[in-house]
């Protein structure tokens, strides 16, 4: 499994970014995703998880009411909508998949057997 993440870039604080993160390899089976990001000098920490069927969602709280996360099943494709970035969102983002059979979500980096490459989100005038 394969997964390329993009859509990364700088960005004004308030403003909104859309990233794209395109699985492949192995045939998508509707894995659990999630997005992950890395500040400098910081851990890495979930930012949106989507379960397989995408009727569960979670959000970290510093993100809520701003971020949305979705997947688009028939392109193999899930998206992170960023929106009202403000600067602590400079980071790398990770996409992740977590191959579980079963229609949950999963928040712990340890969950997530797959990982993208990361794309940069610069936040700043």
């Known amino acids: 499994v394969q997964l390329q993440a993009s859509g990364g870039g700088l960005v004004q604080p308030g403003g909104s970014l859309r990233l794209s993160c395109e699985v492949s390899?192995?045939?998508?089976?509707?894995?659990?995703m999630g997005w992950f990001r890395q500040a400098p000098g910081k851990e890495r920490s979930i930012v949106a998880a989507?379960?397989?069927?995408?009727?569960?969602?979670y959000y970290a709280d510093s993100v809520k009411g701003r971020f949305t996360i979705s997947r688009e099943d028939v392109k193999n494709m899930v998206y992170l909508q960023l929106n009202s970035l403000k600067s602590e969102g400079t980071a790398v983002y990770y996409c992740?998949?977590?191959?579980?059979?079963?229609?949950?979500?999963?928040?712990?980096?340890?969950?997530?057997?797959?990982w993208g490459q990361g794309t940069q989100v610069t936040v700043s005038s």
């Open positions: 992740a998949a977590d191959t579980t059979p079963y229609d949950v979500i999963a928040v712990l980096e340890t969950s997530y057997e797959f």
């Open positions: 390899g192995r045939t998508y089976n509707y894995y659990v």
């Open positions: 989507i379960s397989r069927s995408g009727g569960t969602l």
